[in-house]
């Protein structure tokens, strides 16, 4: 037996390794406290950074308040340096949509002005101090009544652009050869209060301005001083016309007549006539009643009637006039609702309608010779005999002295300062309102 046995563990060696690690104390607490009190520190040191921020934004600042030395916070607002120091103004006053006091003292508590510029009381609130601003307290604003609204149409008004000269109030076509619309008017919109507390209805903000109706007042220069003249012929179709016609044939020459309303259904024939031979037509209104002298209706009659008597031989809209004597005013173009587009004067009157005699006819109607010149002529009303004899002599003496005869309508467009392809002379867009009140 040998000396020395292997012999088994012993029980207390039983579980024994050799290869085991001794035993570590665990030190993770100990880190996230470590962790924890540095977090602390920074969050303490970014509070004590933001307290500090703030401080510095809000710190206290010196303003100028009524010409006094006042010490406030940065970024205050004027609101609130007004209610820490109530200076003595006096509040504004409630008042209706139509401006009148419901309640004294119930408007803005206050207005300001911060260097030179004017706050409102509704502004204030807003306005922040950073300090060096001059201000003055002043009294409140009127403070309108709550109320509803509503917007309507906003009707545009009748002005004249009078190129020629200022005109006597009145009996401004003395102050020009022709007169035509230059702007049609267009509707505005407007904003309608109804006052809550007063039950007044005011006029509000306008929400989008009306474009005003413009007729344009002048005399034609034809540019260049072209020598260019417009024979014009009143109170027609008579038994005269046809010859009349004939003699401009013969001439060459285009004119302009001026037809009577209620002669229209006898003369249909000779009207188309003279359309077709190139000459202008123009109304003289239905019985040749002064203008002026007629009520609103009566206007629109003694227009309208011509105007669709003459569509009806025509085919077509006619909205130059000649009115009676002469004579029109802003009264009648405001009256006429939109029939008219232009009106025309003379510059040359033969007096025809005196029967003078045929050398007084042709002496008068061809004195004064100058570019744009409006000869004035019947070609019914009467006996035009003398008319028919003095016609080719006045033809004659305007040829020679150089001019080319016109119709109205070219005449004014040999003229560049009457801008006809911004406004056709014709009838009144469908879009266009015409003005009820003067300018």
Request: hydrophobic share 35%; with cysteine.
């Amino acid at each position: 037996m040998p000396r020395y046995q292997a012999q088994g563990p012993s029980r207390g060696a039983a579980h024994f390794k050799p290869d085991a690690q001794p035993h570590q104390h665990d030190t993770r607490p100990k880190r996230r406290s470590r962790l924890l009190g540095c977090f602390i520190v920074l969050l303490v040191l970014a509070l004590l950074a933001g307290a500090g921020v703030i401080f510095w934004r809000h710190r206290p600042v010196s303003v100028m308040m009524d010409g006094m030395p006042h010490t406030v916070f940065k970024r205050s607002t004027l609101t609130q340096l007004y209610e820490g120091e109530h200076p003595s103004v006096t509040p504004g006053n409630l008042v209706s949509v139509t401006g009148n006091v419901l309640a004294e003292g119930e408007g803005d508590p206050f207005s300001a002005t911060v260097n030179g510029v004017d706050v409102s009381y509704a502004e204030a609130s807003q306005r922040l101090l950073w300090g060096g601003e001059d201000i003055v307290f002043k009294d409140g604003g009127d403070r309108m009544e709550d109320y509803t609204s509503e917007v309507t149409v906003m009707n545009p008004k009748l002005e004249f652009d009078v190129r020629a000269g200022t005109p006597e109030k009145g009996y401004m076509v003395q102050q020009g050869t022709i007169q035509y619309v230059s702007q049609w008017g267009k509707a505005g919109r407007h904003e309608v209060r109804h006052g809550q507390r007063s039950g007044e209805t005011g006029d509000g903000e306008v929400v989008e301005e009306p474009q005003n109706c413009v007729v344009t007042v002048q005399n034609i220069h034809p540019d260049n001083d072209e020598k260019l003249v417009a024979l014009t012929f009143d109170d027609g179709p008579s038994y005269y016309t046809d010859s009349y016609l004939k003699i401009l044939a013969e001439h060459d020459v285009k004119a302009t007549f001026c037809i009577i309303g209620e002669q229209v259904s006898d003369g249909q024939s000779v009207i188309a006539q003279t359309a077709a031979a190139g000459h202008l037509i123009a109304s003289h209104t239905w019985d040749h009643k002064q203008l002026t002298t007629l009520d609103e209706a009566q206007v629109k009659q003694e227009l309208g009637d011509t105007a669709q008597a003459l569509a009806n031989v025509l085919g077509s809209s006619v909205t130059f006039l000649r009115p009676p004597y002469g004579d029109i005013d802003e009264q009648v173009w405001l009256k006429s609702g939109g029939a008219i587009a232009a009106s025309m004067y003379w510059t040359q009157d033969s007096l025809d309608w005196e029967r003078p005699g045929v050398d007084a006819i042709v002496s008068n109607a061809t004195q004064y010779m100058a570019p744009g010149s409006v000869i004035l002529m019947h070609d019914g009303g009467g006996d035009r005999s003398q008319d028919q004899e003095a016609l080719p002599r006045i033809i004659a003496a305007w040829k020679e002295a150089g001019y080319r005869f016109v119709t109205m309508r070219e005449l004014m467009e040999s003229d560049s300062s009457i801008d006809l392809s911004a406004v056709n002379i014709g009838a009144m867009p469908a879009d266009a309102v015409w003005p009820t009140e003067l300018a």
